[in-house]
């Protein structure tokens, strides 16, 4: 696009031909509001609303009978939406299931699928996701390892991504396991997944990931790729809730092993309420639930997942997602070259969010959210704008860059007190 089309009225056109554009309509928007922090929490949706509403009322009139009477049951409702999920993540069915939350997960599949006689070490990277490292390094620590040493850890060049040359090359014989993010939480990096699988399985050491920034918006194909085991949130880009119940996947290859956090609901179902007390596990990723699913924060995972279905799938979503971060980018170049643009521009190395950076990222962030804009400030410098593709539009965006274009014309973030440490 050249840059004399980056107008308003432009952005309006390419709104108007979006086919996508119906399902905004679906979303409690807020009042006065561009909602660009969908990538930390999402918009609640009718399709959501409905799904809760309807347990409620189930538990209302079948009480504890929902367990077996409610349509769609209780009892099975986490291998129900695994199976919905599956898709997503290209999974057969009986690999995901929904259960517990992204950092129990963790803990669960590295306490299970860590084995020092396979390889000493775990890789992850340093901008990581810090519960992952928290969970990885108290899984090292219950196996008597010192985290210190049984981490490898790869360090980023530029402090905003990974090189893939760089992963690889920290795979050896002493690699156990590998535990990367699928995208960068702060750059929006999209990390090349089969390649370091490949590289991993070659070392005989297993492939984990962390989806939680791209699930919902970036399509994967985890059991052809062989990815061992996977983990990830409902509440950014797949709108199921604040502390929605999370998600997982196991490699059909791994089922019958007994989970390192073994819990009643994992047990096989036709054996469950026999409450022997030896485990019987699931022969499935629903294994790795542990406590009773929480049915009123699964719920709206339910609804929401019509909103993506109706949208043709994550792959449409994909598509739009990607129109909409190239044109926020093509923007933060014409517009803002105070700016720099610290994620990928390369579409197949970027998630759902574009990282802009400025030194006064976070005074920044504050001085838009007084706009109505509500975006979000990681560490060191970067306002996060996430462009939900089933609720924000092209004119959405570029409203937002005007707003921005603004805030630095009048050093509006000047009358904001810098901030004093921690991550925000």
Known sequence: MDNDEHTAETAREMDASDPLSDLR?????????????????????????????????EWREHAILGWTDADPDWHTYGERLGERLASLVGAAPEEVVVANSTTVNIHTLVGTFYDPDRGEKIVV??????????????????RGRDPDEALRVVESRDGRTIETEDVLAAIDDDVGMVFLPSVLYRSGQLFDIEAITEAAHDADALAGFDLAHSIGTVPHDLSEVGVDFAVWCHYKYLNAGPGAIAGLYVNERHFGVTPALAGWWGNAKETQFDMSLT?????????????????????????ALDIVEDAGGVAALREKSLALTDFLIELVDERLPECEVGTPRDPASR??????????????????????????????????????????????????????????DAEEYESFERKRGGVT
């Not at 409690?28 to 959501?48: H, Q, T, V």
């Not at 990277?125 to 219950?142: C, E, G, K």
């Open 351 to 408: 998630g759902g969010h574009v990282a802009v950076e400025h030194p006064e990222a976070y005074r920044i962030s504050l001085a838009l959210k007084e706009r109505g804009v509500v975006v979000d400030f990681r560490q060191p410098n970067v306002v996060r704008i996430a462009p939900i593709p089933s609720y924000v539009g092209f004119e959405d965006v570029f409203r937002t860059v005007e707003h921005l274009r603004e805030v630095l």
């Open 25 to 57: 309509e679906r979303f409690y928007i807020p009042e006065d509001c561009l909602y660009m922090d969908g990538n930390s929490l999402g918009l609640f949706s009718k399709d959501a609303e409905a799904a809760l509403e309807h347990v409620v009322e």
């Open 125 to 142: 990277d340093d901008l990581d996701f810090p519960t992952d490292h928290y969970a990885i390094r108290a899984q090292l620590r219950q």
């Open 279 to 303: 485990y019987d596990p699931a022969h499935s990723a629903a294994a790795f639930q542990t406590g009773t699913i929480p049915i009123l924060s699964t719920a709206p995972l339910d609804g």
